[in-house]
C-alpha cells in the first residue's frame, strides 16, 4: 500500500508540473490585469517549437529555447491585440488557441510529413532525469528510502524549476518593487500611471513572464515527459490551469497545491483505467479520461467559493488627458 501511494505521488509530481507552470504563467498576465485565455494555445505551440528544434539541432535545450520564444511570440501578438490596441482580452485569448491549434498541425505536417507529428526524440534531444545525491543507496530503506528515491528524486530538471518557481512567484509578487506594482496596475492602472510608471509597459512585461513559464511547460511536455511531439498534445492542460488559478484566487503557493489536486486526479484516473469499479464495474475508458475534467467541473462548482480576480482585469487601460 505505502509503494502504491509512493507511485501515486511521484506521477502526480510529474502530471502537475506543465500545470503549475501554466498556472503561474497565467498568474502574472492576470495579477497585471490582463486575462490569459491563450494559455492552452501558447502552452502547445512552446510544445512544438521545443520538439521541433530539439529534432533538428539534436539539443534539449535549444528546444527549451525555442519553445520560450515561441510562447513568448504568441504572448506579445496577445499584448498586441489587448493591450496596443484595447481589444477583447477574451476574444483574442482565443484566436490565440485557434491560431497554435492550426498553426502546430499545419507546420507539423509540412515539416515532418507525420500527420503533424515530430520525429521521436533520443538520447541528448530530451531531458534526462536527475538522481537526487546517495538515491540509489538510500532505495531500499524502509519508508525513508521511497520518498527519498522515488517521490523526491528521479525528476526532469523542469520539475525541480516548476515547483521552485511557486515561493520564488510569490517572492516576487509580495516582497519585490516589481510585484507591487504589478499587482497595482491589475487593481488601480489610473493611480500607478499618475505616479509615473507606465502600465502598458508592466502589462508587456508580465505577458512576456507569462510566455516564459508557458514555454518551459510546453519543453516539458514535449522534450521531458514525452519523446515529442503529438497534434493537440497539451489537451486541454491550459484550461486546467486556467481553472487552478481561479480555484486559489490568484495566489502563488494556493496555485501549486491546486495544481498538485489536479494532478492527482489526473494520476488517479490513469491509475482506474481497467480497473473494476463499484457498482459500475469495468468502466469504459473514456469515462475515466474524462474524470479529471467533470471534477475539475466539480471542484469550481462546489468548492472555490467567491473568487475576486484583480478588479483592472480585462479592462484596456485608457490614459487620460
Known amino acids: 500500500m505505502f509503494d502504491a501511494l509512493i507511485l501515486m505521488l ?8 506543465p500545470l503549475l507552470l501554466t498556472a503561474l504563467a497565467g498568474l502574472y498576465a492576470e495579477r497585471s490585469g490582463v486575462f490569459d485565455i491563450g494559455l492552452e494555445g501558447k502552452l502547445l505551440i512552446a510544445a512544438f517549437a521545443a520538439a521541433a528544434t530539439a529534432s533538428v539541432t539534436g539539443s534539449a535545450w535549444l528546444g527549451a529555447l525555442a519553445g520560450m520564444g515561441a510562447s513568448i511570440l504568441f504572448a506579445l501578438l496577445h499584448g498586441l ?6 481589444g477583447n482580452q477574451i476574444v483574442s485569448g482565443v484566436a490565440i488557441n485557434f491560431l497554435a491549434a492550426g498553426l502546430t498541425a499545419l507546420l507539423g505536417t509540412a515539416w515532418f510529413h ?4 515530430t520525429p521521436p526524440l533520443m538520447g541528448g534531444e530530451r531531458f534526462q532525469t536527475l538522481q537526487l545525491p546517495f538515491a540509489e543507496s538510500l532505495a531500499d530503506v524502509p519508508v525513508i528510502g521511497g ?31 516589481f510585484g507591487l506594482r504589478l499587482r497595482a496596475v491589475g487593481e488601480n492602472p489610473a493611480a500607478v500611471d499618475t505616479a509615473g510608471i507606465s502600465v502598458v509597459r508592466m502589462r508587456y512585461l508580465a505577458l512576456v513572464c507569462a510566455g516564459v513559464l508557458c514555454g518551459l511547460a510546453g519543453a516539458y511536455l514535449a522534450v521531458a515527459q514525452s519523446a515529442g511531439f503529438i497534434k493537440d498534445m497539451s489537451a486541454g492542460k491550459g484550461f486546467i490551469a486556467l481553472a487552478a488559478l481561479i480555484f486559489s484566487k490568484w495566489r502563488p503557493i494556493q496555485v501549486m497545491f491546486a495544481c498538485l489536486l489536479f494532478g492527482f486526479l489526473d494520476a488517479a484516473a490513469i491509475r482506474l483505467q481497467g480497473q473494476e469499479l463499484p457498482l459500475i464495474g469495468a468502466a469504459p475508458v473514456q469515462l475515466i479520461q474524462a474524470l479529471p475534467y467533470i471534477l475539475t467541473v466539480v471542484l469550481l462548482a462546489g468548492f472555490i467559493g467567491k473568487a475576486v480576480p484583480p478588479k483592472a482585469g480585462g479592462t484596456p487601460y485608457v490614459k487620460e488627458r
Do not use: K, M, N
Request: net charge positive; glycine share 6%; aromatic share 18%.
Open 81 to 86: 491585440a489587448c493591450i496596443t490596441y484595447r
Open 114 to 117: 507525420q500527420g503533424g507529428r
Open 147 to 177: 520518498i527519498y528515491s522515488e517521490l523526491l528524486s528521479g525528476h526532469y530538471l523542469l520539475v525541480y524549476v516548476a515547483f521552485a518557481a511557486a515561493p520564488f512567484s510569490w517572492w516576487v509578487l509580495y516582497r519585490t518593487r
Open 10 to 17: 511521484d506521477s502526480t509530481v510529474r502530471l502537475s508540473t
